[in-house]
């Protein structure tokens, strides 16, 4: 992936899986994050877990990772006319996908987490009718809600990246997948694979 699609995908996920190597052995948390550029030499994901949740009390061993999925799919090589000329095909598995490691540093300060939970909850009630804001709710509650949770902050170090999206098929295979993606009703599929696919010479 280029720069400007990992931006995109750092940019514009929902959540990822985090993961830590500790002396306790591998923890993983789901958790939503946010891509904060401005922090260290190559941005930072910004996130949240229960105070309950014990992977934020365990030091990383090393660096953290946090995985983040794009879209991804089932390819069925019926959408190939490839198959129907020489039925050389196998079924596969598009995706996009990027490795974010990263040293991880552990928020416990409530005017921290209380700008991280407006600006997550932003960027997801964006769009909406009627976007909900913490200062919907009486503030007490939402003081409780700040102590029952810790900040995550993984400072990225680096970046390995990949989306296979049937960029080695040939041009009427990558028609077909567009097609089959659309008749399944995956459009976002069908656009990332049109995005992708190769200039012609």
Same mark, same amino acid.
Do not use: C
């Given at each position: 992936?280029?720069d400007a699609?990992?931006?995109?995908?750092?940019s514009? +996920? &929902? @959540?990822?899986?985090?993961?830590?190597?500790?002396?306790?052995?591998?923890l993983?948390?789901?958790?939503p994050?946010i891509y904060?550029?401005?922090? &260290?030499?190559? #941005? *930072?994901?910004?996130? +949240?877990?229960?105070?309950?949740?014990?992977?934020? !009390? +365990?030091?990383? $061993? #090393?660096e @953290?990772l $946090?995985?983040l999925? #794009?879209?991804? *799919?089932?390819?069925?090589?019926?959408?190939?006319?490839?198959?129907?000329a020489?039925?050389r095909?196998?079924?596969?598995?598009?995706?996009?996908?990027a +490795?974010?490691?990263?040293?991880?540093?552990?928020?416990?300060d409530v005017?921290?987490?209380?700008g991280?939970?407006?600006?997550l909850t932003?960027?997801?009630?964006a #769009?909406r009718?009627?976007?909900?804001?913490?200062?919907? =709710?009486?503030p007490?509650?939402? =003081?409780?809600?700040?102590?029952?949770?810790v900040?995550?902050?993984l400072r990225?170090?680096?970046?390995? *990246?990949?989306a296979?999206?049937s960029?080695?098929?040939?041009?009427?295979?990558?028609?077909? $997948?567009?097609?089959g993606?659309l008749?399944?009703?995956?459009?976002?599929? @069908?656009?990332? $694979?049109? @995005?992708? !696919?190769?200039?012609?010479?």
């Amino acid at each position: 992936m280029d720069d400007a699609a990992v931006q995109e995908l750092l940019s514009e +996920h &929902g @959540a990822g899986d985090l993961v830590t190597a500790t002396a306790e052995g591998l923890l993983v948390t789901m958790l939503p994050f946010i891509y904060d550029l401005d922090v &260290g030499e190559h #941005g *930072a994901l910004l996130g +949240h877990v229960a105070r309950n949740n014990d992977h934020w !009390r +365990h030091a990383p $061993v #090393g660096e @953290a990772l $946090v995985i983040l999925r #794009g879209p991804d *799919a089932y390819v069925s090589p019926d959408w190939y006319p490839s198959k129907a000329a020489h039925g050389r095909v196998v079924p596969t598995w598009n995706y996009v996908t990027a +490795h974010v490691y990263g040293e991880l540093v552990v928020h416990d300060d409530v005017e921290w987490l209380d700008g991280l939970v407006r600006r997550l909850t932003e960027k997801h009630e964006a #769009g909406r009718p009627r976007p909900w804001s913490p200062d919907d =709710a009486p503030p007490a509650f939402v =003081a409780g809600q700040l102590r029952a949770i810790v900040g995550v902050e993984l400072r990225i170090s680096r970046v390995e *990246a990949k989306a296979k999206l049937s960029q080695n098929r040939p041009a009427a295979d990558i028609d077909g $997948v567009v097609r089959g993606s659309l008749a399944e009703g995956n459009e976002e599929m @069908a656009r990332v $694979v049109q @995005a992708a !696919r190769p200039v012609q010479a």
